[in-house]
């Protein structure tokens, strides 16, 4: 698994295209008021459900507010199998709104 800081993310977004997924793992609540374009919301303790959704794409991106859910949901998709996990664990949504990125409501 890849371990990648927020800088990195954020230095990455402009060659995503739809085989990429950043997953967003923080709370409906933390999501809503604020995320990165195009991310997806599935709360880290529930990210094993969705492990054949992720199959399809070829790298996901998982982060959260700081680093540490992001660990974990990328520790449990990896245990699952999954070889397509790069961790956001240096840094997270709170780093993103320092730096003035923009952000999606």
Not at 2 to 10: A, G, K, T, Y
Request: overall charge negative; glycine content about 10%; proline content about 3%.
């Amino acid at each position: 698994m890849e371990n990648i800081s927020i800088d990195q993310l954020n230095e990455r977004l402009n060659s995503l295209n739809d085989k990429h997924l950043i997953l967003d793992v923080r709370t409906p609540e933390e999501f809503n008021e604020g995320h990165i374009k195009g991310a997806r919301n599935v709360p880290h303790e529930e990210v094993r459900a969705i492990v054949d959704e992720l199959k399809d794409y070829e790298t996901v991106y998982v982060h959260c507010k700081m680093g540490g859910r992001a660990k974990m949901a990328s520790q449990n998709l990896t245990g699952a199998g999954l070889d397509n996990i790069v961790c956001v664990g240096d840094g997270g949504m709170q780093k993103w709104r320092e730096m003035g990125w923009p952000l999606e409501k």
